[in-house]
T-cell receptor
Framework: DAGITQSPRHKVTETGTPVTLRCHQT?????MYWYRQDPGHGLRLIHY???????DKGEVSDGYSVSRSKTEDFLLTLESATSSQTSVYFC????????????????FGPGTRLTVL | QKEVEQNSGPLSVPEGAIASLNCTYS??????FFWYRQYSGKSPELIMS????GDKEDGRFTAQLNKASQYVSLLIRDSQPSDSATYLC?????????????FGQGTILTVHP
């Protein structure tokens, strides 16, 4: 499972509240990604990180911010949650150093199911 | 036009048959192609990656890539009920930033005994 954990695994919150999701990895992977998965849209990239304090926007970054202050943690924050952000959120990693794999092969964490009421 | 397109299915095949899953992509300079399997309520799990034209085999799975026609397919031989899942095609387009995958919406496969 590439040593990826996500917390919380489930969360219900109310519109307008801030929410932070955490992705934690134990194997020093360089690249980390946040996706959301919705019926009819599939998996879409929100933000990604290519190193500590190095992040960039993905396809659906509006309303989300990220931070990576250390290699093992990549945080996704919804500053003011909206019902449209109800989704399943997946973290993923890739690493040039993974033996036998291309540098761009991604492995996914278990996901967080977020419901915004 | 969506960047990565898959037939959403559901695709139903009998146990022991060959399941054929197809994916087309719009960016002609795409370089890296992946197939993931996702069981209901679980995270995507990598099955195959393919980078060059032709076939790549791994056990019961064969990925086929045709860059001229811009399609990639996945064949599952001797399909089993445990293969029932959603299969996601993902592409890294040429010229994009490192590792930015674009996914299709997935094909639901059902293998019936």
């Amino acid at each position: 499972d590439a040593g990826i954990t996500q917390s919380p695994r489930h969360k219900v919150t109310e519109t307008g509240t801030p929410v932070t999701l955490r992705c934690h990895q134990t194997e020093n992977h360089r690249y980390m990604y946040w996706y959301r998965q919705d019926p009819g849209h599939g998996l879409r990239l929100i933000h990604y990180s290519y190193g500590v304090k190095d992040t960039d926007k993905g396809e659906v970054s509006d309303g989300y911010s990220v931070s990576r202050s250390k290699t093992e943690d990549f945080l996704l924050t919804l500053e003011s949650a909206t019902s449209s952000q109800t989704s399943v959120y997946f973290c993923a990693i890739s690493d040039p150093g993974l033996a036998g794999e291309s540098t761009d092969t991604q492995y996914f964490g278990p996901g967080t199911r977020l419901t915004v009421l | 036009q969506k960047e990565v397109e898959q037939n959403s299915g559901p695709l139903s095949v009998p146990e022991g048959a060959i399941a054929s899953l197809n994916c087309t992509y719009s960016d002609r300079v795409s370089q890296s192609f992946f197939w993931y399997r996702q069981y209901s309520g679980k995270s995507p799990e990598l099955i195959m990656s393919i980078y060059s034209n032709g076939d790549k085999e791994d056990g019961r799975f064969t990925a086929q890539l045709n860059k001229a026609s811009q399609y990639v397919s996945l064949l599952i031989r001797d399909s089993q009920p445990s293969d029932s899942a959603t299969y996601l095609c993902a592409v890294i387009a040429g010229g994009t930033s490192y590792g930015k995958l674009t996914f299709g919406q997935g094909t639901i496969l059902t293998v019936h005994p």
